[in-house]
């Protein structure tokens, strides 16, 4: 069945360092999404992406964050000098079409920030 | 905008016992309506999603789930729990429109502790 698949699984930086998160949606996928679950907390929406460009993002989603689909098949996430507070498990989803069509999740990225 | 509420964070139940898990909806227009549940140290898998159709949703694992407008709710229940079942449910919603920012939004979310 395809899936969504992510990298790295786990990485850990420094604050104040860069971090690409990268995601390999599913190949027919036209929608993609990068969500944020913090340690014990909801899973939050940062910002959803369709025809190359951001459709949506939330309050979350400032200047320090940025995606980017760079060929036709990854879809990336850069975070930019990189806050304890961002430590997270960043997850990628996407889906094929729009009104309330199956949206498929990656298994995570999980970022630590020391 | 639209939102959910899970009632209750943690939810136990032995083995064999009925599982519901509580969900309650906001939403402006007709919602679509997902439940997914997230293993220890995975990631989200999707167990049943309302789309307008039939009211009563079955998904995976034995899971269902009744859309009840008047109550703005959508449960989701288990008759009998296995130990297997033990884990984080979100229920989550998006609003029925061609709106390219379709986007889903999630609850807290509830863990399900099974009981020996």
């Known amino acids: 069945e395809p899936e969504v698949t992510q990298t790295p699984s786990h990485q850990v930086t420094q604050m104040g360092q860069e971090v690409i998160l990268r995601c390999v949606p599913i190949?027919?996928?036209?929608?993609f999404y990068w969500y944020r679950q913090i340690l014990g907390q909801k899973v939050e929406f940062l910002v959803s992406?369709?025809?190359?460009?951001?459709?949506?993002k939330s309050e979350i989603f400032d200047d320090q964050f940025s995606v980017e689909r760079p060929d036709g098949s990854n879809f990336t996430l850069k975070i930019r000098s990189t806050k304890l507070e961002d430590s997270a498990m960043y997850f990628c989803?996407?889906?094929?079409?729009?009104?309330?069509?199956?949206?498929?999740f990656g298994e995570g990225s999980w970022l630590t920030v020391v | 905008a639209q939102s959910v509420t899970q009632l209750g964070s943690h939810v136990s139940v032995s083995e064999g016992a009925l599982v519901l898990l509580r969900c309650n909806y906001s939403?402006?227009?007709?919602?679509?309506l997902f439940w997914y549940v997230q293993y220890p140290n995975q990631g989200l898998q999707l167990l049943l999603k309302?789309?307008?159709?039939?009211?009563l949703v079955k998904g995976i694992n034995g899971f269902e789930a009744e859309f009840k407008k008047s109550e703005t709710s959508f449960h989701l229940t288990k008759p009998s729990a296995h130990m297997s079942d033990a884990a984080e449910y979100f229920c989550?919603?998006?609003?029925?429109?061609?709106?390219?920012?379709?986007?889903?939004?999630f609850g807290k979310g509830t863990r399900l502790h099974i009981l020996p």
């Open positions: 190949s027919n996928h036209l929608y």
């Open positions: 309302y789309t307008s159709a039939a009211t």
């Open positions: 989550a919603v998006s609003e029925s429109t061609m709106n390219r920012d379709d986007k889903i939004i």
């Open positions: 939403s402006s227009v007709p919602p679509y």
């Open positions: 989803a996407s889906s094929e079409r729009l009104s309330g069509n199956t949206i498929y």
């Open positions: 992406f369709y025809n190359n460009e951001i459709s949506e």
